[in-house]
């Protein structure tokens, strides 16, 4: 079974501007990017068609009774307004759809023609980011409902517009749906992916092209694809050992704690093998009055759009029975609203060790 520890956070050196010029830290091109991109129904469909993803959403609400019925909810990030409306069926009065790219148009046409199939209940779409909120919103609300979960849980960095929504509209003692998010990591072995990776750089190993070397560049381009987060479907049996967890807590942890997260780990291996890097995923959980549902992007569970990741070592480790691979992954928050990852592990005892000194989180490869 897996075991569960605290998130390590550093201090944050830099203090938090006010919630309202929170995108303004943000490169600017990502941010525009980042909103266009969610405006497009395409997106959402896809979303949406993420059987998983959706059902599970739609009972951690509607299988929640006791807490939605007569509420007032907010829904962060709405999209194409889905939450909101399951939040209707379950029974909420007022619901605030809270969505600052133009898909908010959409959420307003569907709200209108799905009058019947809502209850009566009020949807009110607000169309601007939830730190930019003023008087749209005069109350403070039972429920915050969102899905802000981006890969390996936090890139995009939308779980802090979820938690700025906490800390802005939420009544003392009020439901957070998801309140949990269980980060969990595992050394994993895959000989082909690592040496696919190695191969993508054959081409500047030439040594005439159109009478020029290019092995000079060999080393960067190596460093580039080894930079890259992989994002695939894990066999289950690539990982070498049980994974560990890490809880956050949406209701108590704050923004500045997921500027700068660390994730120490030990790992026992129980046969001989390359340990080729860390396989992650997570869960988010809906702890609701009546029932508790869990979402989880395990290897062994359903698919989702959100894949599970692969963080590798450009030189793995070669570890035997017996042996532990102990280490730390490290996450910095960057203004491209994702994070940089490094990897610190070794053999322990050993002094062998190995490093992945800055993966981009926002720049995966699907494979």
């Given at each position: 079974?897996?075991?569960?520890g ?110 019947p199939?809502?209850?009566n ?48 509209f ?119 009055s ?12 359903p ?60 720049d995966?490869?699907?494979?």
């Open positions: 079974m897996a075991s569960e605290e998130a390590a956070v550093k201090p944050e050196p830099v203090p938090r501007k006010a919630d309202k010029e929170r995108f303004e830290q943000y490169d600017q091109g990502s941010v525009q990017s980042y909103f266009q991109y969610y405006a497009k129904l395409g997106n959402q469909q896809n979303m949406l068609q993420d059987t998983t993803r959706t059902s599970t959403y739609r009972d951690a609400i509607v299988l929640n009774p006791s807490d939605f019925r007569g509420a007032k909810v907010m829904d962060v990030g709405a999209g194409s307004g889905i939450l909101s409306f399951f939040s209707c069926q379950a029974g909420a009065a007022t619901v605030y759809a809270v969505e600052a790219s133009n898909a908010a148009e959409t959420v307003k046409v569907l709200a209108q023609a799905n009058k199939n809502l209850g209940a009020e949807v009110r779409v607000v169309n601007r980011p939830v730190e930019a909120i003023g008087d749209e919103v005069p109350d403070k609300v039972d429920i915050l409902v969102s899905e802000p979960i981006g890969t390996f849980l936090f890139n995009e960095r939308m779980i802090e517009s979820y938690l700025c929504a906490r800390d802005r939420l009544k003392p003692g009020g439901k957070m749906f998801p309140n949990i998010g269980d980060l969990c990591i595992a050394p994993f072995s895959d000989a082909v992916l690592h040496s696919e990776q190695q191969a993508k750089s054959a081409f500047w190993k030439n040594t005439d092209f159109y009478g020029l070397d290019l092995t000079a560049a060999v080393d960067q381009a190596t460093r580039e694809h080894f930079a890259q987060p992989i994002v695939d479907y894990i066999d289950p049996q690539h990982l070498v050992s049980e994974h560990i967890s890490t809880r956050f807590d949406f209701s108590t942890c704050t923004l500045e704690s997921l500027h700068n997260i660390e994730l120490p780990f030990c790992f026992p291996i129980s046969y001989p093998c390359l340990v080729h890097g860390i396989a992650g995923w997570f869960d988010a959980i809906f702890e609701g009546d029932t508790t549902v869990t979402l989880s992007t395990a290897p062994w569970c698919g989702t759009h959100w894949y599970q990741i692969r963080f590798l070592l450009q030189t793995p480790l070669a570890v035997n029975a017996g042996q532990f691979i102990e280490g730390t992954l490290r996450m910095e928050a960057n203004n491209l609203q994702s994070y940089f990852i490094k990897i610190d592990m070794g053999i322990k005892g050993t002094g062998v060790k190995s490093t992945a000194e800055r993966i981009d989180l926002k995966p490869e699907y494979r």
